[in-house]
Nanobody, 120 residues
C-alpha cells in the first residue's frame, strides 16, 4: 500500500492550496483517511480526518478555513486550505487505515509528506 501526496507549495498569507493523497496498491477496504502536519521543532498534529461514513473532525486551529473530503471510488482524500496563515507552514502528511486483504486487519499508512509554506 502506498500513499502519494501532492499539492503543497508556497503561498502568501490569505491564499489557498488544495492537497490530494491517493492510496494505491493492495486495498480491500479503507476506513479513516486524514491529514496531519508537522512544523519545524514541533510534534506532528492532527489537521483533519474523515471516516468512510463521512464523519469529519478538524483541529480547532483550522476549523472554518480547511475542508477535508474523500473520493472513495478513487481512494483519494483531499484537503482544501483557504485563508492560509504563516502558522499553517508545515509538512503535511496524509494518513489512511487500510485493510490490504479481506482476511487481514487494519493497518495504518502514511504518505511521504508535502511541504506547505505560507509567507507573511
Amino acid at each position: 500500500v502506498q500513499l502519494q501526496a501532492s499539492g503543497g507549495g508556497l503561498v502568501q498569507a490569505g491564499g489557498s492550496l488544495r492537497l490530494a493523497c491517493a492510496v494505491s496498491g493492495s486495498i480491500f477496504s479503507i476506513d479513516g483517511m486524514g491529514w496531519y502536519r508537522q512544523a519545524p521543532g514541533k510534534q506532528r498534529e492532527l489537521v483533519a480526518v474523515v471516516t468512510v461514513g463521512g464523519r469529519i473532525s478538524y483541529a480547532d486551529s483550522v476549523k472554518g478555513r480547511f475542508t477535508i473530503s474523500r473520493d472513495n471510488a478513487k481512494n483519494t482524500v483531499f484537503l482544501q486550505m483557504n485563508s492560509l496563515k504563516p502558522e499553517d507552514t508545515a509538512v503535511y502528511y496524509c494518513n489512511a487505515q487500510v485493510a490490504p486483504r479481506y482476511d487481514t486487519g487494519w493497518f495504518n499508512y502514511w504518505g511521504q509528506g508535502t511541504l506547505v509554506t505560507v509567507s507573511s
